[in-house]
């Protein structure tokens, strides 16, 4: 009995030793495999690198020919230079991003070697996993809504679509409305187009993801706010120019006067209106202005062919020595000689007021070219004084007025009246 329990103890004794001997063996393979894990990760680091230094090199030396600028509307928003810049800065970034997705997964490889650091092994892994899986199952659900997001955006494309096609229509003049100008065309256009884009928002909204949120919806607030009180002129000069653009008071190219300026339309934005006088300067008017002004304009009347045109007058005034008549005649033989004016409807003469010493005398011509008014003033103006010099008239008019001496008490009160 004794020898049978001495012979169990000595096997037991020799069983621990074999188990110790394979724990030894077990952490010095697992201490093994953690310097090939150090291995790998520095050559998978050393392989990005190598990769990443040969697209960098790459672009740095043929992105030039091939990327071109972002352009907008003839605006340049960004240069072929700038782009590339950009390009290898997000190729940098997305190394170091690699750099440390192979870091992490080697980490977490090594602690899972061991007992002791397994449980943080499962952890560092669920840092990666659960957010991929929520993300998935939050795109897997996501699905029907963005069909219906989807449908709708193609469906709204398409219509705008459909609505530019018949403003093309209408602005060839291909498409006659009644009662509808060719030049609403283009800003009724707009107008939907802004409408339908609206209703598809308002559509697609409680489809977004989160928004239902009162974060998201505080964020729209806060947006709609903003936008409210830092764009009430813009909105303000939005409505002028509708309405503007549907009262027709001008067209581009007519020739307006708004207030003291005189010009030619050459731009009709949504915002603003611009002239260019004369004298080739450019005035910008904002439509809020323009529909709170008086606007007159010269071209209407010289579109028409059926219209007599556009009059032109100026004044001059006579002493009552010389007739009526022959002041008159004088008058009419300037208009006949001045160019760009029209012979029917022919020029008249108006009496326009009678002063103490003189009478004031009005010269009216009609003409189409309204683009050539300042030179018919000038022409007319010349020709008036000419004939009245070959006639031997002075166009100066005289004035008299009486000097009526001071009294003795100013004389006193201001010795040198």
Known sequence: METLVEDIEQTEIAAGGIVDNLVHENIFMKLGLCIVILIVTVLLIKLVAYLFKKIEKKVALHGGERIKPIVFKKLQLLG?????????????IIKYVVY?????????????????TKDIAFTLLNYILNPLKNTGLAIIGYIPNL???????????YFIRLVRFFTIQIERRKLV?????PDWAQPTFNILRVLIYAFTLIIIYPMLPHSESD????????????????????????????????????????????????????????????????????????????????????????KDKHDKGVILYTEITFGYHTSYELVEKLLLDAAELTHHTLKEPKPFVLHTRMADFYGAYQINVYTKEFEKIPAIYSELHKNIQLVFEGAGLDLTTTHYYTVVPPSDAESAENPRV
Request: proline residues 2%.
């Open 100 to 116: 440390l997705i192979i870091g992490y997964l080697m980490l977490v490889t090594a602690f899972a070697l061991f007992e002791q």
């Open 147 to 157: 069909i219906t997001i989807i449908i709708t955006c193609i469906i709204s494309h």
């Open 215 to 302: 974060i998201f919806k505080g964020v729209s607030v806060f947006i709609g706010v903003l936008f409210s009180f830092g764009s009430t002129s813009i909105i303000g000069n939005l409505v002028a120019g509708v309405v503007v653009t549907y009262m027709r008071p001008f067209n581009l190219g007519d020739r307006i006067k708004i207030g003291d300026t005189v010009g030619f339309v050459v731009e009709k934005s949504a915002t603003v209106t611009r002239l260019r006088t004369h004298k080739n300067e450019y005035v910008t008017f904002p439509n809020l202005t323009i529909l709170t002004s008086s606007i007159t304009n010269y071209t209407f009347a010289t």
């Open 80 to 92: 072929a230079e700038q782009i590339l810049k950009i390009v290898l800065f997000l190729l940098r």
């Open 177 to 181: 409305l009644p009662g509808f100008y």
